[in-house]
């Protein structure tokens, strides 16, 4: 089966307010959940809703992140946990003529599936790889190999994104036309979240130098940008 | 009634794992939520969760922020739905020596409570009033004031917090202890959201500068430290 380019548009996903914004297409989707390492996953208990946050990394149409609060619930339903995983980026705030048209500028995705337990050797191994190579390329090969126990102790979550959508806020001032007549400051104050200077552990054995898979994490550099390109390199290697 | 210092601990809100990192100290909760502008909130329409991104503000022990997809099911349920509203800051990442003993440093905050549209007149017109004065100070007084039909158009959302626990991982690189015999880097990459240089609205009338109450917003500074200034001015301001 050929795969659409888009997630399917269903009541649950489809964009509700400011839907010009809304996109389904996977490569919008995508573009949003891969500038990020913050997701924020929501599940239900008891017809309680909970909001955790959590590192996340994908997979293809599949998103992982390390075993939560929810990890009792899906230990008591193997089938799954319906959930709703989110990730955001702020990008800019913008400031207007007025206060309703004050707004920021953001990106999100908002993806909807089931989440289960990642259980089995091959691909819970897979994943305790991907979580350190997605980020640092090459990384798992100069480490210390995981040891059973540790891979016994981290419990891996996984969801196929069963749909999806992005949303893009990135006008700027947009006011009234009236308004543009009144002697009041307007603009956008951008957003970038950046790297700061590494800070070797000061345990590092003498002569041990930063790895050449670290390059990328230069300080300075956004973070949104050197997840994107450490994602492309990521799928790169896996064919 | 003399207000705790903490928020209630109940089976809801109790810090599972790594429970020694929870603190139910409204101080502590507090320094995370207004170290940010971008909540996540997860509600329950029909058994299925949703995370939605926001912008929230924060005034004494209730949250706010505008209306969200949860609109519709508000609409319906006057008596307010269940609410968990999460603040995630991402401060760097912890590259160890293990695959096991990667993380991240982070700050989070997680709260608890019964979201309920907030549409009395005085109320209403507050929390339009805060939502732009708690990040931009007395920016309300100097604008165009709000027309009736553009409260009419926003819908407000808030809620008492009623239990919240806020997370704190700080921690450098903490390795096995025969890991540190090896030729592995490890370190931190500190993280921080920055301010870039204000983009003036092109069609700015001349003459018109940057306000006093925007000085705080300086290109280079941390955004978390602008947020929390902001708050205490705010704080100031009401009193």
Redesign the interface.
Do not use: N
């Given at each position: 089966m050929t795969k659409s380019s888009s997630y399917p548009i269903t009541p649950?996903s489809r964009v509700?307010?400011f839907h010009e914004r809304g996109d389904h297409e996977r490569a919008a989707v995508h573009a949003v959940l891969d500038a990020s390492?913050?997701a924020?996953?929501?599940?239900?208990m008891d017809?309680?809703?909970?909001?955790?946050?959590t590192?996340h990394w994908r997979v293809g149409d599949w998103l992982y992140w390390h075993g939560?609060?929810a990890?009792?619930m899906l230990k008591q339903q193997k089938a799954g946990v319906?959930?709703?995983?989110?990730v955001?980026l702020?990008d800019?705030?913008v400031?207007a003529?007025?206060?309703?048209n004050?707004s920021?500028q953001?990106r999100?995705a908002?993806c909807?599936g089931t989440a289960r337990i990642i259980d089995g050797a091959a691909e819970k191994d897979a994943a305790?790889?991907a979580?350190?190579d997605r980020?640092?390329p090459d990384?798992?090969a100069?480490?210390?190999p995981?040891?059973p126990q540790?891979a016994k102790?981290?419990m891996v979550v996984g969801m196929q994104i069963e749909e999806a959508s992005a949303k893009i806020g990135a006008e700027?001032?947009c006011?009234e036309d009236d308004?543009?007549?009144?002697?009041?400051?307007?603009?956008?104050?951008?957003?970038?979240?950046?790297?700061?200077?590494?800070?070797?552990?000061p345990?590092?054995?003498p002569?041990?130098?930063?790895?050449e898979g670290?390059a990328a994490?230069r300080e300075g550099r956004r973070?949104d940008e050197v997840l994107l390109d450490m994602q492309r390199e990521f799928e790169g290697k896996a064919g």
């Open positions: 649950r509700k307010r390492m913050l924020h996953v929501a599940y239900v017809g309680q809703p909970y909001c955790t946050p590192t939560s609060s990890s009792r319906p959930v709703c995983v989110t955001t702020l800019g705030l400031l003529r007025s206060g309703f004050h920021v953001y999100s908002m909807f305790l790889r979580v350190v980020f640092f990384r798992t100069a480490l210390r995981i040891l540790e102790a981290t700027g001032v006011d308004d543009y007549a009144l002697p009041i400051w307007a603009g956008v104050i951008p957003l970038t979240t950046v790297l700061g200077a590494a800070e070797p552990c345990r590092l054995l002569g041990v130098e930063r790895p670290l994490y973070l």
